[in-house]
């Protein structure tokens, strides 16, 4: 099985602040990497797909990289609506899929 | 409005069983795979299962193979998940979501989620 490792699990940041975040898969997975935005009670959100395609309608300020075995999910100027926990998936492994553990991004 | 949404959760006690249900609207359900992915109290997300856009293939997690069973009925709209031999690890929200390839797969759709207690 293909594991995802995030880091940090956690991370505080101010509004305006550049973040990035890193998920690093146990295996080679190419571009087959994704990454979702969630908030408290709410379901996930695609944010970016294949590793650096940006979803229809998220804004221009996330944006990721990587390919192989290294990821990073930037936000290059935190808004008060990112705060959230972030989710990075492969889908190397089709039909069967795994997540990381997650980030939370929080409030400085 | 495109959309899902899954009902059927509660509570149930060990070794007990559930089927949640998800309704899709807006969209033509038959030209997707569809999954159900489910997230304990606290924790991440894990994938459950996932069903071929005309229900001839299905793929599931380790931990719920032989206990859970995905299916569709594209007639109705719907996707369920017959959960069986319910264990207190499977407690969980369990979100439909929808296989989207653009690329490569990802989910591009997820319902509001369904949670799901087992305890006794």
């Known amino acids: 099985d293909i594991q995802m490792t995030q880091s940090p699990s956690s991370l505080s940041a101010s509004v305006g602040d550049r973040v990035t975040i890193t998920c690093r898969a146990s295996?080679?997975?190419?571009?087959?990497l994704n990454w979702y935005q969630q908030k408290p009670g709410k379901a996930p959100k695609l944010l970016i797909y294949?590793?650096?395609s940006l979803q229809s309608g998220v804004p221009s300020r996330f944006s990721g990289s990587g390919s192989g075995t290294d990821f990073t999910l930037t936000i290059s100027s935190l808004q008060p609506e990112d705060f959230a926990s972030y989710y990075c998936?492969?889908?190397?492994?089709?039909?069967?899929?795994?997540f990381g553990q997650g980030t939370k991004l929080e409030i400085k | 409005e495109v959309q899902l949404e899954e009902s059927g959760g509660g509570l149930v006690q060990p070794g007990g069983s559930l089927r949640l249900s998800c309704a899709a609207s807006?969209?033509?359900?038959?030209?997707?795979?569809m999954s159900w992915v489910r997230q304990a109290p606290g924790r991440g997300l894990e994938w459950v299962a996932n069903?071929?856009?005309?229900?001839?293939?299905?793929f599931y997690l380790d931990s719920v193979k032989g206990r859970f069973t995905i299916s569709r009925d594209n007639a109705k709209d719907s996707l369920y998940l017959q959960m069986n031999n319910l264990r207190a690890e499977d407690t969980a929200v369990y979100y439909c979501?929808?296989?989207?390839?653009?690329?490569?797969?990802?989910?591009?759709?997820w319902g509001r989620g369904t949670l799901v207690t087992v305890s006794s």
């Open positions: 979501a929808r296989d989207w390839w653009s690329l490569h797969w990802s989910f591009d759709l």
């Open positions: 998936q492969q889908s190397f492994s089709t039909p069967m899929y795994t």
């Open positions: 069903i071929k856009h005309d229900g001839s293939e299905t």
């Open positions: 295996q080679s997975i190419s571009s087959y």
């Open positions: 807006g969209f033509i359900l038959t030209t997707y795979w």
């Open positions: 294949a590793a650096s």
